[in-house]
């Protein structure tokens, strides 16, 4: 009896042993990786914000981008129409320049010359027009023969063509044909900025001799700048005159420049692009010709589910949204995303996710809790 009692123990010792040693191998349930809880303390740092998903009008955006530019009217190359030694000058590349102001002074010796030649040319001519009206009334009285009269005629027109086109070769270098007259002969002449604006080059040294076909200088007026876009051959047929769009350049993209197209180029280029010429609702002085800039070009709208942009972060180059699952208990879903526009981005399998909580505020701080939980 004693006996049987005894393995009856001893079994039932193997036996719980058994259920025990089964029960502590048995594999536990792994946890889901996309599912992160947070504290009290952690939920208030990360200031999480929670709200739906919303209706919003959202335009489908084409990104462009090209350079400021400036008309051929607004950009000048300043030359020497008889050539000459530049003698003195202040300009510097980027100085402000006002229309008509002395930009820089010439010498050479044949403003002497020319200067000259006006006052010999008009003196014989005064000596002509006289001779003239004395073979005119020795004609008059068969004292002088008609062909006399006609060859002194001749002469007076003849010295009146020269002098008057001596003249206009003193305004071309700014000479006064009238100051000349007087007696009053200088060896310089000035020459005279033709727009405002500001210098774009200096080409010259002072004592330089510049030749007639030298650009000294290169000036530009910025007040009528336009912005040259490149846009593809496939989207061509999406843009039109009055269009709107938003451009910005890459040094402050926060700063946004509104403007419209006014000119679409019919020529494509071997690339696939053409040109798109759009002038700015308004001047900016910061805005220099050669900048390079990046323009959003806004097509159709359309009310789609969208989300804030904050409420979206990327991992790995995907997409991901964070719902609430329970208290302070978040779980991770990958979404695929559309257009943005103010802030927001559209949702392209919104379905799955419509009455859901979104965390809209403080998803990146989930994230990095979630990825980082290990550490």
Do not use: W
């Amino acid at each position: 009896m004693k006996i049987h009692l005894y393995f009856i123990t001893l079994y039932s010792i193997l036996l719980f042993i058994s259920c025990n040693s089964k029960t502590e191998e048995a594999p536990q349930k792994e946890e889901n990786e996309n599912i992160v809880i947070v504290t009290d303390a952690q939920y208030k740092n990360a200031d999480i914000i929670v709200s739906t998903i919303e209706d919003k009008e959202i335009s489908s955006v084409i990104k462009l981008n090209g350079k400021i530019d400036v008309p051929p009217r607004n950009m000048v190359s300043v030359s020497a129409p008889l050539g000459g030694y530049l003698r003195s000058t202040q300009l510097l590349p980027g100085m402000h320049i006002s229309k008509g102001q002395v930009i820089a002074r010439m010498e050479d010796q044949q403003y002497i010359q020319l200067q000259q030649d006006y006052l010999l040319a008009k003196n014989k001519l005064q000596y002509a027009e006289q001779d003239y009206k004395r073979q005119k009334e020795l004609n008059l009285s068969q004292a002088s023969s008609d062909k006399v009269m006609q060859q002194s005629l001749a002469e007076a027109n003849s010295q009146r063509i020269l002098m008057n086109s001596l003249a206009q070769q003193l305004r071309l270098i700014n000479i006064n044909p009238n100051s000349v007259a007087t007696g009053n002969i200088t060896r310089t002449t000035n020459v005279y900025s033709p727009i405002s604006g500001f210098v774009s080059k200096v080409n010259v040294s002072i004592g330089k001799y510049i030749s007639p076909s030298e650009v000294m200088f290169e000036l530009i007026n910025p007040n009528d700048i336009f912005l040259n876009l490149k846009v593809f051959e496939r989207d061509i047929r999406k843009l039109f005159i009055g269009q709107k769009l938003i451009a910005y350049t890459n040094t402050n993209p926060e700063k946004k420049y509104n403007s419209e197209i006014t000119l679409i180029n019919k020529d494509v280029t071997a690339e696939g692009t053409t040109e798109v010429l759009c002038r700015f609702f308004n001047y900016d002085p910061a805005l220099i010709p050669g900048m390079y800039m990046n323009a959003e070009l806004q097509l159709d709208t359309k009310t789609v589910k969208a989300l804030p942009d904050d409420a979206i972060v990327t991992f790995e180059g995907r997409q991901y949204i964070f719902e609430e699952i329970g208290n302070k208990k978040f779980e991770m879903k990958e979404v695929n995303i559309g257009n943005k526009e103010y802030a927001y981005t559209a949702v392209v399998n919104a379905d799955s996710l419509a009455g859901k909580k979104i965390v809209v505020q403080g998803a990146y701080a989930l994230l990095m809790k979630l990825k980082n939980k290990e550490e």
